[in-house]
């Protein structure tokens, strides 16, 4: 699964934050607790191939529009072990911030 999020959404989260540490800058996390992940919803990478295959069958440059699957040597050489990329926003939310 992947996270999502609008970039206006990331850009609100910016200035709450930018705004907070101009008024208090003790008041806002830094370091290992100020880390501020902005996340809209998950989606997977099966749902993101079969859009682009769907695409490039209706625009005549693909020839199926079902995704085919990496192999093992493809996932390590283009993606490293991990196939997955998950954040939590527990701190924007603690400056309402939500999405």
Same mark, same amino acid.
């Given at each position: 699964? =992947?996270?999502y999020i609008l970039i206006i959404a990331v850009v609100e989260l910016y200035s709450i934050l930018f705004d =907070? &540490?101009? @008024? !208090? +800058?003790d008041a806002v996390a830094h370091g290992r607790e100020g880390f501020y992940f /902005? %996340?809209?919803?998950?989606h997977n990478m *099966?749902? &993101?191939g079969k859009a682009i295959a769907g695409k490039?069958? /209706?625009i005549g440059k693909?020839? !199926?529009p079902? +995704? %085919?699957t990496f192999t093992d040597e493809? &996932? @390590? =050489? *283009?993606?490293g072990v991990s196939r997955t990329s998950y954040s939590l926003t527990h701190s924007p939310k603690k400056f309402n911030w939500c999405f």
């Open positions: 699964m =992947l996270n =907070l &540490i101009r @008024k !208090n +800058p /902005a %996340s809209g919803g998950e *099966y749902d &993101i490039l069958m /209706a693909g020839t !199926n079902e +995704p %085919s493809e &996932i @390590k =050489l *283009y993606f």
